[in-house]
């Protein structure tokens, strides 16, 4: 990625500059809008930004052999940042402190496939959508289920990542049919249906294929019900980046350098490098 900018040399100051300028931040302190001015003034080119993500999240983000941060939104990350003039860092936080760690400053955007939705948009300024991964239904081959039919699933529990659209879509629809479990991490979801400890889980299509092999001519795990990407109260327009509310400058540079991978066929050009399939939010076909 792009160093930063180098500093330069800086004119001297006059004493009675030296003084308005004491007298502005002796003021801020006192009103409490000092932490409002950084905000503002911190979104030039060259700006370090740490950007959150949630690992393992394979293909969108997992650590190679050697230990690296590799993955879809990591390629696209560094290209972003790249193409913003940014100096980006990859934090990894997991997914129940992702939004009070950026609001708290721990880092200055989170881009781990986080869905744009009415809750978090109160919270959070959301760049435009880059992604939309469908949610799938996965069980054990063989296994007869029904997701309209209650009675098929009786006694059955399923594990969902914890703070997600997906464990919003499973508890206001089957929280009186099904035994809900939920996990810190997909990759805890698809161990446990792997180990037989629950019957089925609701997951991104990508982290499905990906981990669970569904598809495959051999696969032990089935998709049950077709992909499903609605209703956009829950699963919002898509994914996008998150920054905090007063990081509009920051937002739009996310915005520009989206339009840029967009217009020349990068975004595509990564797409393909990871997935057989179209990720693309409504908004960019």
């Given amino acids: 990625m792009s160093p930063s900018r180098p500093l330069g040399s800086h004119p001297s100051v006059t004493a009675p500059l030296k003084l308005a300028i004491a007298g502005l931040l002796v003021g801020a302190t006192l009103t409490g809008t000092l932490p409002a001015l950084a905000d503002d003034t911190s979104t030039a080119d060259g700006r370090s930004v740490r950007i959150a993500v949630d690992v393992p999240y394979p293909p969108f983000e997992y650590r190679n052999a050697n230990g690296e941060l590799e993955g879809f939104e990591i390629d696209l990350g560094n290209e972003l940042c790249r193409r913003a003039k940014l100096d980006c860092e990859w934090v990894v936080q997991g997914w129940d402190g992702i939004i009070p760690g950026l609001l708290s400053r721990k880092y200055d955007a989170i881009m781990s496939s986080m869905r744009i939705t009415p809750a978090r948009e109160q919270q959070v300024r959301f760049t435009e959508p880059y992604a939309m991964s469908p949610k799938v239904w996965v069980a054990r081959s063989g296994h007869d289920i029904a997701l309209d ?54 997951i991104n299509y990508p982290v499905a294929l990906d981990t669970l092999n569904i598809g495959a001519s051999d696969a032990q ?60 939010p409504a908004s960019r076909l």
């Fill in 149 to 202: 039919d209650p009675q098929s699933l009786a006694g059955l529990s399923v594990g969902i990542q914890r703070g997600t659209t997906q464990d919003n879509y499973v508890t206001e629809r089957y929280s009186d049919s099904l035994d809900i479990r939920r996990y810190d991490t997909a990759a805890d979801v698809a161990l446990d249906l792997e180990a037989g400890r629950i019957d089925l889980a609701f």
């Fill in 221 to 280: 795990f089935v998709q049950v019900g077709p992909r499903i990407n609605s209703p956009e109260s829950i699963f919002g327009r898509g994914n996008a980046i998150a920054v905090r509310p007063r990081d509009e400058a920051l937002a739009a540079s996310f915005n520009q350098a989206l339009d840029s991978v967009y217009a020349d066929g990068t975004f595509v050009e990564l797409m393909e490098r990871y997935f057989d399939y179209d990720l693309r």
